[in-house]
């Protein structure tokens, strides 16, 4: 199996070209390509710059709640391109607009799902950051959407459309490494703590209400905001969902492939999740855990595990974060700047830098846009399934216990309590999931 195969041979991705027919009419090749880009200050700026800086996109819409990030990209933007986009708070505006092909979405983690949904719905692609949603019901959703819609989804996990890892990927299906039952992911960059800051008025500008969304409804606190929402339970999915995702979604590559190597099929979902961990580090306001080990049993007979500690100065395995795959043979290492191989006593066996794919994973999302086949880091078969693994850990640790998870319904079996956190407990109207046929 070569990875062109690997990559596209699902019968998922065969539904979502077919039902694609059915859709919105695909760009030809020679149309520009219209989008809007929403959420755009922190990582929805780089998405803004990189989209913008494509020749054959143009950026009609930014979308923004916070009007002096907003003001302040649509003019980054007319000064870069020569044309002015048009500045919005609202992204539906740009879904009624029959001219945008499609929605980028930079936003947090609790606004990835509904506007997908959203924009499923009304016919445009969708470049959703990671992880799917902010949890795993979201994520369903939104695949549903993209089916039932024919619409293409590309997750924000760049590493699928780099080329340095196809070369790394193509190498471990040869089967260099043996026999493979064990890969694992870890993060172990150093960050900080948030310290304790009263409840204030939002900023002038800042559509709190609407930032809020889903989310339960609470005073401003600075602390909660701008970069650092991802470390609450209401907004974010911790370390695991932020950089986790793109090592777990690394390493279930690499493992699928070396497994692949071995004339084996891929090992699916786990059958059980095990998460122990906490604040061990950060005495701060922040609730998800800054040291955490998370494992996941195959039942096929695999294991992979992902590694946390987000307070450490220095690398394992020479990488401050990155994917590892073991096998009686050998062991791969990969970073974020390279890869590497290695045979049982550790000599270096082949070595390789990574390029930085961002340009290319947006490319790709549309040139399928064009060609209405499915994107290297396509959310059914590629993203939806690595962000489970991050909800599934993180249920994990929140239910304190190792959990029995069935690939069949989605669900822990017979466990009431961990199957409160595949939602939420309520959306706040009018910000309510929609339930989508075959979900």
């Known amino acids: 199996m070569n990875r062109r195969t690997f990559l596209g041979s699902s019968a998922a991705a065969a539904a979502i070209s077919m039902a694609a027919q059915t859709g919105q009419a695909a760009p030809s090749a020679s149309e520009k390509i219209t989008v809007c880009v ?32 907003l003001a302040s990209r649509v003019g980054q933007i007319e000064a870069k391109t020569g044309k002015r986009p048009e500045g919005i708070k609202d992204f539906r505006t740009a879904l009624d607009d029959k001219s945008v092909d499609a929605l980028v979405l930079g936003t947090p983690d609790h606004w990835h799902a509904l506007p997908t949904i959203q924009a499923c719905q009304a016919g445009k692609d969708v470049y959703v950051e990671k992880p799917d949603g902010h949890n795993i019901l979201e994520g369903l959703t939104m695949v549903a959407a993209a089916k039932k819609h024919g619409r293409i989804i590309q997750l924000g996990t760049q590493a699928r459309s780099d080329t340095g890892l196809f070369a790394c990927m193509d190498w471990l299906q040869e089967g260099h490494l043996g026999k493979v039952r064990f890969a694992k992911a870890w993060e172990s960059a150093k960050q900080g703590a948030l310290s304790t800051v009263p409840d204030s008025e939002p900023p002038k500008g800042f559509d709190y209400d609407t930032w809020l969304g889903p989310a339960p409804l609470r005073p401003f606190n600075a602390r909660r905001f701008h970069g650092n929402w991802r470390w609450f339970f209401d907004y974010g999915t ?26 084996k099929p891929a090992p699916g979902l786990p059958s059980q999740v095990a998460a122990l961990g906490g604040k061990y580090y950060f005495d701060d306001v922040q609730e998800w855990p800054d040291t955490l080990m998370v494992t996941y049993n195959f039942a096929a007979g695999y294991l992979l595990t992902y590694e946390m500690r987000i307070w450490s100065p220095y690398p394992l395995h020479e990488e401050s974060e990155g994917a590892a795959v073991y096998g009686d043979n050998g062991y791969a290492i990969i970073g974020n700047s390279r890869w590497r191989a290695f045979d049982p006593k550790g000599k270096l066996l082949r070595e390789e830098k990574r390029p930085t794919p961002d340009t290319a994973h947006a490319k790709n999302f549309l040139d399928c846009m064009r060609s209405r086949q499915a994107p290297s880091a396509d959310l059914a078969t590629i993203g939806q399934p690595s962000s489970l693994l991050c909800h599934l850990g993180n249920a994990a640790w929140r239910a ?40």
Do not use: M
């Open 38 to 69: 929403a959420g755009v200050r922190g990582r929805g700026g780089s998405l803004l710059e990189t989209f913008a800086a494509i020749p054959e996109v143009t950026v009609k819409y930014v979308c923004d709640l916070d009007a002096q990030v």
């Open 238 to 263: 911790g370390d695991l969902g932020n950089d986790g995702v793109h090592r777990l979604d690394v390493a279930r590559w690499a493992l699928e492939s070396a497994i692949a190597g071995e004339k």
């Open 400 to 439: 304190g216990r190792t959990l029995e998870f069935d690939p069949a319904t989605l669900s822990f079996k017979n466990d009431k309590d961990a199957n409160k956190y595949i939602t939420r407990p309520e959306y706040r109207k009018p910000w309510v999931l929609p339930k989508i046929e075959d979900v």
